[in-house]
């Protein structure tokens, strides 16, 4: 079982630049047609300062952290085990290429549900932005599945 006492945890925060160019690919990646996502010229007739940050590039840009794996070595959890369970978002303003964003992550919850069989680790994540402003939170949900004993180990009839 996951030790509940990593409930609360915060991790250091970490900041990331925003990079235009990686904004545009991650346009092209996921089909966006929008100029506004491409073209520097689009986003500032559309208003925006540069390009739009898409609200699921929050989640690659969070993997830009010094270690992605941090919450995962925390908890001693082994990645063969790990699902992806959910993620969510609450958002407060766009965030733009050129901007400096801090993440902010910290463990919500850890629980269980099927005997043990299944655990779920609970990760919230605060970004602001070069201001302080905040940009949003990300909610993620990950599953470990606990291995399940054996027959021959619990004693019960194969």
């Not at 100029?35 to 969070?62: N, Q």
């Amino acid at each position: 079982m996951i030790d509940r006492r990593h409930i609360g945890t915060a991790l250091p925060p970490f900041t990331v630049d925003v990079e235009r160019g990686r904004l545009r690919f991650f346009a092209q990646a996921t089909g966006q047609t929008d100029p506004v996502y491409r073209d520097d010229t689009a986003a500032r007739a559309a208003g925006h300062p540069g390009l739009p940050v898409p609200p699921t590039y929050l989640f690659c840009l969070e993997m830009d952290g010094p270690n992605p794996a941090a919450i995962r070595e925390l908890l001693g959890l082994d990645y063969r085990r790990l699902l992806h369970g959910e993620q969510g978002f609450s958002f407060h303003r766009l965030a733009f290429a050129g901007d400096r964003l801090t993440f902010r992550q910290r463990i919500e919850d850890i629980y269980d549900k099927k005997g043990g069989a299944l655990e779920f680790i609970v990760r919230c994540t605060e970004v602001t932005n070069q201001r302080g402003e905040p940009v949003a939170e990300l909610r993620t949900v990950t599953v470990y599945r606990n291995p399940v004993p054996s027959a021959a180990h619990t004693g019960a009839p194969a």
